[in-house]
């Protein structure tokens, strides 16, 4: 009896998932608190319980229907070199940024990873048209780690999944940073996130385009109050 099993992801696509959600990754996702060292600070954020509840709701308001759902629709633009979508897609982003700490955070991580795709690509004639009309945008995240992703053979979902680890995993760390929790407590929101991330990115596949929004006044308000933090280890 013959038992049909999923198709395996090719190697080198997946090992280049699991190199993009690396937080060793150089375009400085490490250096961002996104709210949560303000929100330590000014919104009572004291315990393992509530960081991790904290950054749930992030990963399901913020980044499941902003972010994610963006990355969906941008690797399609990119792999039908649909080049005016994507600049749409680049244009929301910059948009919906509601903090000037938030907006310097996606362009900055946008222009390290036009330079690191460059990099990797070197000689590559087919992959630089692309990567030239990203780093003219300027770019943002998450449209530079779809064209990223776009180059591998990885189903969107996958690419998803990975993007949200990454972003996960750079949040926890940022949360030991700033508080009193130790690696094991790190480990136990981790697990938490990991286990609601295969959700969210159902739910980002699934918007519309009209759907997608990055509605988060709490956390906007926050962002800015990390702006003049007067005692901040993350960038602002």
Do not use: C
């Amino acid at each position: 009896m013959r038992l049909d099993r999923p198709t395996s992801l090719p190697a080198a696509s997946l090992l280049q998932l699991i190199w993009l959600a690396s937080p060793a990754l150089p375009v400085g996702g490490f250096s961002y608190s996104e709210g949560l060292e303000s929100a330590i600070e000014n919104a009572g954020l004291a315990s393992e319980a509530a960081v991790a509840d904290w950054l749930l709701d992030q990963l399901h308001i913020t980044q499941a229907r902003g972010d994610m759902a963006l990355i969906a629709k941008a690797m399609g633009a990119w792999r039908r070199a649909d080049w005016a979508h994507v600049r749409e897609l680049n244009d929301w982003v910059q948009h919906t940024r509601e903090t000037s700490e938030l907006r310097l955070q996606t362009e900055q991580m946008g222009r390290s990873m036009a330079d690191w795709l460059r990099n990797q690509h070197q000689g590559n004639e087919e992959a630089l048209p692309a990567i030239r009309y990203l780093a003219a945008l300027p770019p943002t995240y998450p449209v530079a780690f779809a064209l990223a992703a776009s180059t591998t053979q990885a189903p969107v979902r996958d690419v998803l999944l990975a993007y949200a680890f990454g972003w996960a995993e750079n949040m926890v760390q940022a949360a030991l940073k700033s508080m009193q929790l130790g690696q094991s407590a790190g480990q136990r929101i981790l697990a938490r996130l990991a286990d609601a991330i295969p959700a969210a990115a159902d739910h980002a596949i699934g918007l519309m385009d009209s759907e997608r929004q990055a509605f988060s006044p709490m956390l906007a308000i926050l962002s800015a109050q990390h702006e003049t933090q007067y005692s901040r280890l993350f960038r602002s």
